[in-house]
């Protein structure tokens, strides 16, 4: 039970920075596309394209880190040397490396992924922890909980109501299991190089 208890709060709290860095790779790749693509007809364009590349790779590495964290081993992205003698050198070895593309994949795939998947979790815990502390908070609510036919607003009500929380604490285990092991999988296919 012990085993059981650990892997599921190590799965949640996966998917908890999950969430967070989702929200963080949505803004990054939004921001980024945007301004390389509307600054690239000028000059200052360049730079800002190197720029967005930069801190794709740094955003990435948030996750190649819990990634590498919940997998237990690294997960490191395998980038090309970047150095070249002229901006435009700079930029042909950035925006042909693989890696970059890989980093930019994973950011847009991460922010819609990452967010359903930390949406689920906090609906399915939030629903079984709510379910199971009713007895002891349903006389705070003036008007009891709403649950379908009845509104548990009586200790007796109550206690019916946490017995819906039974079947759903596997479905909450496995749920999170399942998303856990597929967003670590997706993160160390994407970043972490061929």
């Known amino acids: 039970m012990h085993s059981v208890i650990a892997r599921s ?8 920075v999950g969430m967070a860095t989702s929200i963080a790779a949505f803004g990054v790749w939004v921001a980024g596309v945007t301004v390389s693509l509307t600054l690239a007809v000028f000059v200052v364009g360049l730079p800002a394209i190197l720029a967005t590349a930069i801190v794709f790779r740094y955003t990435a ?13 690294p997960v490191r992205g395998r980038y090309r040397d970047h150095a070249a003698a002229t901006l435009l050198g700079r930029l042909r070895a950035t925006m042909t490396d693989p890696q ?5 994949a994973w950011l847009t795939a991460h922010s819609v992924v ?17 379910l199971l502390s009713l007895p002891l908070r349903y006389w ?11 509104t548990a607003d009586t200790l007796p009500l109550a206690l ?7 079947p759903l604490i596997p479905v909450t285990l496995l749920a ?16 972490g190089g061929w």
């Open 9 to 16: 709060s190590r799965d949640a709290a996966y998917l908890a």
């Open 61 to 73: 590495e948030l996750d190649r880190l819990s990634a590498s964290l919940f997998l237990g081993r």
């Open 100 to 104: 970059t593309w890989r980093d930019f």
């Open 114 to 130: 990452g967010f359903a998947f930390g949406t689920v979790v906090l609906t399915l815990v939030g629903s079984v922890v709510g």
């Open 140 to 150: 705070a609510l003036p008007d009891g909980v709403q649950f379908g036919l009845w």
């Open 160 to 166: 019916a109501s946490a017995v819906l929380a039974l």
């Open 176 to 191: 999170l299991r399942v998303m856990a092991r597929t967003e670590a999988r997706i993160a160390a296919a994407l970043l």
